[in-house]
């Protein structure tokens, strides 16, 4: 059974998912870079170049956001337009515009601009894509857009009420763009963790649980608006450390480190450059109960197994190589790559895997959708020469909030002095502070920093103060 633990923080929102309590993926939002694709706005043309074919428009955000002129030459400056968010703005560049709306439903996705209605790639029935397309012709003939994977094996009623859903979306934004003029929000999508319930709740789910009661809220409507059963799943342990108390923070201390070892004795060295990541496999304390072969075997299978894993809770992308412990039978070589291939195809991310060389090497490519989870919990240690890695602030501030979730629960502290190795006080206080202000707030808890040189990078130390 799977359950799914969402930790929120000042800093981050956490989505962790457990298959039988083990860690399978890992989902990480920075709260500093809030997510605005798919949110939808009015917005007003304020510049037209055609050197660069675009449009340069105001939604109601910093920098004004691009629309490419293609297929949108009759607009005009100074128009209102109904626009959506296709590519977060970077740099100095801002967000980048579609006037072609869309609505991700659970099921299906509503676009009503459309001419027709497309079905996911990913339904092979040819039974089960004919009978779906059926149902939705026969709920609204109209009904344009895409038939999502997601929909394979739902009833007519799970359909009509998605639906219904898009289209009373839909008819608020445009009530909404009608009523006044100028630059405003008029739809915002939901965050990674309520869209990643969403897509993804369904009976093999035990248990969802939370840390937050405004996420609790959220997460309760939208598991109501499914399925009325489904609210039993979930629980909230408000303001306590759910990645502790499930488990989970252990599980992904393991995978982060460069050494990762295996139940058999076996383990892997996890190896990241800029341009790939190599991974060596090693038999370690395995000796097995049969020959040499055998245990070389078992071993490459086992790492296969885990390798898959930790490709999807590390993110990693790009060109992985790696190198299993050599084997001469072909049928062996043959099984590592199936095993390799099944284990891939559960990953939602492209995956392509290649074949084993004479040499044991084996080249993964997994599509680059964004930094992999290493950024935002490591960093480069400054004082090793050899590359290791240290506790990146990020993850010094989650431990820190984590701290004061603690003093807020069991003691009745109302202030807290924490010692911190002085350059981890100096870029906390630098660029940090507000975050920590934050995590004050939050707790009611007033918090010290204290510059100590003496102390661990990786460590701090905690004063109660009443």
């Not at 449009?55 to 209102?80: P, R, W």
């Not at 839909?170 to 915002?188: D, S």
Request: proline residues 0%; positive net charge; charged residues 35%.
């Amino acid at each position: 059974m799977k359950s799914i633990v969402i930790e929120s923080l000042v800093t981050s929102q956490k989505v962790a998912v457990l298959e039988d309590g083990k860690l399978s993926e890992l989902f990480i939002e920075d709260s500093s870079n809030i997510k605005t694709v798919s949110n939808i706005y009015r917005g007003v043309v304020k510049k037209a170049l055609k050197g660069i074919e675009a449009y340069f428009v105001d939604i109601g955000t910093d920098k004004l956001a691009y629309l490419s002129m293609k297929s949108n030459e009759s607009i005009k400056c100074g128009q209102d337009i109904l626009v959506q968010i296709n590519k977060e703005a970077i740099g100095t560049k801002g967000a980048k515009l579609n006037t072609e709306i869309s609505f991700a439903g659970r099921y299906l996705v509503f676009i009503p601009s459309n001419e027709r209605l497309t079905i996911s790639n990913k339904i092979k029935s040819e039974k089960e894509r004919f009978r779906i397309k059926k149902i939705v012709q026969g709920i609204d003939k109209n009904f344009t857009g895409i038939i999502r994977t997601e929909a394979v094996g739902c009833s007519r009623e799970e359909l009509e009420k998605d639906i219904e859903n898009l289209k009373n979306k839909y008819e608020y934004v445009l009530r909404e763009f009608k009523l006044g003029i100028g630059p405003k929000i008029l739809y915002k999508d939901l965050d990674f963790a309520s869209k990643y319930v969403k897509d993804n709740v369904n009976d093999s789910v035990e248990k969802i649980i939370v840390n937050n009661k405004e996420k609790y809220e959220e997460l309760k409507s939208i598991l109501l608006n499914i399925n009325k059963d489904y609210k039993s799943k979930l629980i909230l342990e408000n303001n306590k450390d759910v990645f502790d108390l499930y488990s989970v923070q252990s599980q992904i201390d393991k995978c982060l480190s460069r050494k990762v070892w295996l139940k058999s004795g076996g383990y892997l060295i996890i190896d990241k450059t800029e341009a790939l990541t190599v991974i060596d496999v090693n038999t370690g304390k395995f000796t097995g109960n049969s020959n040499l072969e055998e245990t070389v075997y078992k071993t490459n299978l086992e790492a296969a197994l885990e390798i898959s894993r930790l490709l999807r809770i590390r993110d990693m992308a790009g060109i992985i190589i790696v190198d299993f412990i050599d084997m001469q039978k072909n049928e062996y070589k043959k099984n590592l790559i199936d095993i390799l291939n099944k284990e891939t195809s559960k990953d939602k991310r492209k995956t392509n895997v290649m074949g084993i060389t004479k040499l044991g090497l084996v080249e993964i490519a997994r599509r680059r959708e964004k930094n992999s989870i290493d950024s935002y919990y490591l960093e480069s240690c400054y004082t090793c020469k050899n590359g290791e890695s240290i506790k990146s602030i990020n993850r010094l501030i989650d431990e820190i909030e984590k701290e004061v979730m603690r003093v807020k629960e069991h003691t009745s502290y109302n202030q807290v002095e924490i010692e911190l190795n002085d350059k981890v006080f100096e870029d906390i206080n630098k660029n940090h502070k507000q975050k920590i202000d934050s995590i004050s707030r939050k707790y009611n808890i007033k918090i010290c920093l204290i510059k100590k040189t003496e102390i661990d990078h990786e460590k701090m130390n905690i004063i109660f103060n009443s």
